[in-house]
């Protein structure tokens, strides 16, 4: 009766996400045309001072040398899945907001726009549809170089979305050296394979950057210690009796009691 109750909670859950989605996406497409029509205005003027000097400096005294030639940068490959939200969301700004774990363990996070537009717009997306609330961060590891929680799971053991998944990854350390606070986006071996779940560094950890590295999204800004005294200090629970781990479920069960963003 327990996964039965579990199931009706989660799709549930995932069913109000939708509907909220789905009232977001009109007062975005709303939004999207006023945008379009500013900018059609604004392209008229743009147009008429660029003719003008063009003019200027083609002929005459503002005659000017011609430019090298730019460069172009190469586009990382990008393949989603499903309704992925809008990169716009995140408006090339920095967000910040607060992640409740326990009731008890505040957290001040932030998250950047400007570097990771499409992350950022996913997971503010999701904040504000409420679908995080009440889902498990159920992966810890405190090995020596590897100290995170891992959160967002819809199931809430690791498995579970929101019924997509999104590339490319963005601002990702060429080092592989993620400070302690740093918040990035889980993913399977695919680097599009980004969906619902990110972790939380609570110490400097050190990833492999050849399989190519994790987006970071932004960082706890306030609370970390908490997090450490009140969750990680507990440590892993072990697999079985008498053998310990390094990396698994937290001995401290811990719950996203809410999570906001503005």
């Not at 083609?58 to 499903?82: F, H």
């Not at 997306?125 to 590897?146: E, K, M, N, V, W």
């Not at 050849?210 to 440590?235: F, H, K, N």
């Amino acid at each position: 009766m327990a996964a039965n109750k579990g199931d009706r909670e989660n799709r549930e859950r995932l069913r109000r996400y939708t509907a909220r989605k789905s009232i977001h996406a009109g007062q975005v497409a709303r939004r999207r045309r006023d945008d379009i029509r500013a900018s059609l205005i604004a392209l008229v003027v743009v147009s008429a001072a660029v003719v003008s000097q063009l003019l200027y400096t083609t002929s005459g005294p503002g005659a000017v040398d011609d430019p090298p030639a730019a460069t172009a940068t190469p586009t990382p490959t990008a393949t989603s899945t499903g309704d992925v939200p809008s990169s716009d969301i995140a408006a090339d700004r920095v967000w910040t907001g607060d992640l409740v774990l326990n009731d008890d363990v505040p957290l001040a996070i932030s998250l950047d726009g400007a570097r990771a537009p499409q992350a950022t717009s996913v997971l503010v997306d999701l904040i504000q549809q409420g679908f995080y609330d009440g889902t498990a961060c159920h992966r810890l590891s405190d090995a020596p170089s590897a100290e995170f929680l891992q959160c967002g799971s819809a199931n809430g053991d690791g498995t579970g979305d929101a019924g997509f998944t999104f590339g490319p990854l963005e601002n990702v350390p060429a080092d592989g050296v993620y400070p302690a606070g740093t918040i990035a986006m889980a993913r399977g071996e695919d680097p599009n394979s980004q969906s619902t779940q990110f972790f939380i560094t609570y110490g400097e950890t050190t990833l492999d950057a050849s399989t190519g590295g994790y987006t970071v999204v932004g960082s706890v800004t306030d609370g970390l210690d908490d997090l450490v005294s009140s969750i990680a200090a507990e440590g892993v629970r072990p697999v079985a009796e008498g053998q310990e781990s390094t990396d698994g479920s937290p001995v401290v069960a811990t719950t996203i009691t809410s999570a906001t963003i503005e």
